[in-house]
């Protein structure tokens, strides 16, 4: 298996567009996790699906965060409009429902200038 | 009060040493205790995971749980330079599935 398959990787954008981070979690698993990882708080869950469904979005920051899952092989973070405080490195995961264990991938590093 | 807290460091040992990474935490819900490492420019990686109470051991490394102070220690034995790593660890509740993770420590081996 690839593992959790995330895109871009790198991702430089200007204040106030719109930014697209997607990912294609392991075959099989039915929950899906994203993360924002930054130096000054560390890694933080945004959101988490079980079979396509949201079930906490708590960590969603603000109106500007969307995230969609809409089907069990992929998901999207959009961010609109992006503001500089936004970059960060952003982490999707995914895990069997029946356990704890998540599979990280690579992660996007975003940086809106 | 973050739920979990982690020094983040840096910690900078010669190879050899044992290492000592340490956390706390303050949601007594929480069952499941993770370490994940993550190296520089990836994603984290599951290194062990312990149930409750008690210590786990996988080779060189031993995860440490003690819920009575709320206090979780991972143990890096003969440490390696690839061991050069951030080291985070986690909590998470059974059937919640939302992993609650530190700060991170960021632990350097010195050849």
């Known amino acids: 298996d690839a593992g959790v398959i995330q895109s871009p990787r790198h991702e430089v954008t200007e204040m106030g567009q719109e930014v697209t981070l997607r990912c294609k979690p392991i075959?099989?698993?039915?929950?899906l996790f994203w993360y924002r990882q930054t130096m000054m708080r560390g890694l933080e869950l945004l959101i988490y699906?079980?079979?396509?469904?949201?079930?906490?979005d708590s960590g969603m920051p603000e109106d500007r965060f969307s995230a969609k899952m809409p089907n069990a092989s992929f998901s999207t973070l959009k961010i609109q409009p992006s503001e500089p405080r936004d970059s960060a490195v952003y982490f999707c995961?995914?895990?069997?429902?029946?356990?704890?264990?998540?599979?990280f991938g690579q992660g996007t590093r975003l940086t809106v200038v | 009060q973050k739920e979990v807290e982690q020094d983040p460091g840096p910690l900078s040992v010669p190879e050899g040493a044992i290492v000592s990474l340490n956390c706390t935490y303050s949601?007594?819900?929480?069952?499941?205790f993770m370490w994940y490492r993550q190296y520089s420019r990836k994603g984290p990686e599951l290194l062990m995971y312990?149930?409750?109470?008690g210590n786990k051991e996988d080779g060189r490394f031993t995860a440490q749980v003690d819920k009575s102070s709320k206090y979780i220690s991972l143990f890096i034995r003969d440490s390696q330079p690839s061991d050069s790593a951030t080291y985070l660890c986690?909590?998470?509740?059974?059937?919640?599935?939302?992993?609650?993770f530190g700060q991170g420590t960021r632990l350097t081996i010195n050849p």
């Open positions: 949601n007594s819900a929480f069952q499941y």
């Open positions: 312990t149930y409750s109470s």
């Open positions: 995961a995914s895990s069997f429902a029946v356990t704890i264990e998540a599979f």
């Open positions: 075959s099989g698993h039915n929950s």
């Open positions: 699906f079980n079979n396509n469904v949201p079930i906490d």
């Open positions: 986690a909590g998470g509740i059974q059937g919640a599935q939302k992993l609650v």
